[in-house]
Each structure stands twice: as C-alpha cells, then as structure tokens.
C-alpha cells in the first residue's frame, strides 16, 4: 500500500472477512473500488493493460475537458478494439506506425446528404487517434501519483509523415455576395441567419447555432460565446458590429420559443444545418467542397487581404490560442510581399502602378 492507512484500511478487510482464521482472504474486488488509490496498489506496474488505464482516465479526464467524447469515440471505436487487452510495455512504436497506417486505410462512409464515393480517413483523424494513444500512456506515466506505468511511452518516438493542414476553401468576394443574396431571401429565416452570424463574426457553427439569448446583451454590445473546445467554462465576449446588430434584432422578431435559443428550429431545438447548408450551396453556386466552417475562413480572409485588420486583431477574433493558428492567412497579410510582388512590373517592362 502506498500510506499506513490504507494498509491498516486493508487489514481490517482481511480480518473481518470468512475464513480469516484460516488464513483465506475473502476476494479484493470491494477493496479494488474503494479509492484510485487502492485501485493503483492492486495494479502491477507492468502487466498493465490500456482497458485499465482507460478506467482511471476517462473519469479523471471528464472533470479537466468540456468535451470528453473527444476521447471516448477515439477509445471506443478504434483504441479499445486494438489495444484494450495489450499491456502498455507490450506495445512498440513500430506498432503505432501500423497502427496508423491501418486507420489511414479505413473507409469512411460519406455523409447520407452527399452524393460521394465512400472515402478514407482523413490524415489528421487518424493522427488524433494515435495521439490520443499517446495521451494514455502520458496519464499512466505523470499523471497519477505514484505512477501507473513506470516504462516508456512509444508516442514519443512514433513519426507521422507531414502534411498541409492549412488548406482553406474561402469564398472569393462574389461568391460572398451570392451566398448573402441567397441567405437574405431564404425561406428557413433562423437557418439563414445563423449562417449569416458565422460569416460577419468569424464564428464556429457550433458556437452560433445554440446561441442562447441570455448569452446576448445588445445594450452593452456584445455578444457572450460558449467557445467550441476541450477546455471547460472557455467563453468569449464578442463586440457586435452594427451588421451583427442587424441580424439579431431580425432574430428577436421571429416567434421566440421556450428554449431561450436565438436561431431555434421548428421543435425548439438547435438546428440540423448539413441538409439546409447543402441546398444553400446549390442555390448560391458555390463550390460543393465548401463546408459551413469555411465561412469562418473567409471571414479571416476577407478582413486581411482587404486590410481591415491585422494578423493579431483577426486572432483575437477568431479566439485562436495561439498565433501559429493564424498564420494560414498570413499571405493575405503580407504587405511586404504585396510590393515585392508589384514591383517586378517595373522592372521587367510592366505596369509602373
């Protein structure tokens, strides 16, 4: 045990328990599910198998993420199949590397609205599934204490092969004036104006569609976002600009339901966008591969290449934790490119403006 009082805790099972005169103790599973760290002493460092680590942190991780399923359908549709009975020293890189070399190939059905040929996972989906194998072993390792699994963690070594993680399918400014015609003239006025919330604030479509009208204060101005990420209680307090205005005192004309929702759906419940989205694609021509969230992109887009904005204002904006996520609209910031760029012109017999 790793304290006296879990040692005497222990002890007075074993004596008060049947046959303890004859030196038989009654089974351990009610001691195993007293504490973590009853449960931790009962565990062999190694022997140790990812089921029983997946035990231990997904409770320990609910607590720390808003999102847990962030993990558990990781876990429950490709680790646990893999690994659920390996034991964490049994497993090497190398078998990272087939692992995911494996998921690389898997099919995956295209969604039932679209009319596509099946596809494979994608490059960052399966590289979350690795690393959240990883992230197991990291839990086992420090963040238990004593720890779990005093061995390696093969994560560390595992080598994806790079890929371009920034490509954007941004609208061009006619395409934006094409979707605006059609979202002002379209029937599903909720619909229409989440859409047009996610392309004049630069807003997820799961931050803008279970917008709560008790998260909107038009008298101060701004407008209280539950941000879409792992971190609990992460909020942002956005300035309405007088087109958001606009788009939320149409909102509060429409009949307002008992879910307090800003943009509710018939049955008063957040609305299932995909279908809508792709009959707005069509109706506007804009290219069938853009998705929902790409209106977030060109929002980032447009305020740069136009120069209304700066690289860290659209940050602060796009609620980015980091700037190394904003620097995919980096180019349309460059200023400096822009007049390297012009001043070929004059140098090779083109325009002098």
Known sequence: MSTLKEAKALESEFEGSEGAGTGQARQSNQVVSHTPQARRSLIKPHGLTFAQVWEQFYPWVCLRIKDPAFYENKWRNHIAPAFANRTLESVTTNELNAFFAKLRQSPVAPMPFRKAKPRVMAMKTALDIVKAVGRLYSYAIEDTDPPLYTGSNPFRRFKPPKFNNK???????????????????????????AFKLCLMTGKRTGEVFPLVWRNV??????????????????????????????ILEEALKLPQMASGLVFPSEADKVILYPKIWERIKIRARIPQETRAHD????????????????????????NHKSPQMTERYAHLADDAMRRAAQAVDSLFGGSDS
């Open 167 to 193: 490509v954007t399918n941004d609208l061009n400014l006619e395409q934006s004036r094409r979707l605006i015609e059609v979202l002002d003239a379209w029937d599903n006025r909720p619909a229409a104006l």
């Open 217 to 246: 204060n038009l008298e101060a101005g701004f407008i209280r976002f539950i941000v879409k990420s792992r971190t609990q209680d992460d909020i942002q307090n956005y300035p309405i600009s007088p087109g958001v205005r606009l």
């Open 295 to 318: 209106l977030r992109h060109t929002f980032a887009s447009r305020l740069l290449s136009e120069r209304k904005a700066t690289l860290a204002e659209v940050q602060k904006l796009l």
